[in-house]
């Protein structure tokens, strides 16, 4: 799965903490989910995309959808 998090993230000026602290998770988790080596819970996702304005869909992508734009 990709996802824009970091994008979205570095677009804000953020970093991982300020985010995490926003969408009450820690750094680790934030970097985990850019990295793509955790998999946010649905709860998180949403809380994520409405931090961002945009849309579970929009920040997430399938590895087979993102290979083929």
């Known amino acids: 799965m ?3 998090v970091r994008e979205l ?8 903490a300020d985010l995490g602290a926003a969408v009450h ?3 680790q988790t ?3 989910i850019e ?3 955790y998999l946010p819970s649905l709860p998180l996702a949403l809380n994520l995309a ?3 304005s945009t849309t579970v869909e929009r920040m997430f992508t ?3 959808e993102a290979a083929g734009r």
């Open 62 to 64: 399938p590895h087979e």
């Open 30 to 32: 934030i970097n985990a």
């Open 35 to 37: 990295a793509g080596r």
């Open 25 to 27: 998770v820690s750094r």
């Open 9 to 16: 993230r570095t677009a804000m000026g953020l970093s991982q």
């Open 50 to 52: 409405r931090f961002f």
């Open 2 to 4: 990709q996802n824009a």
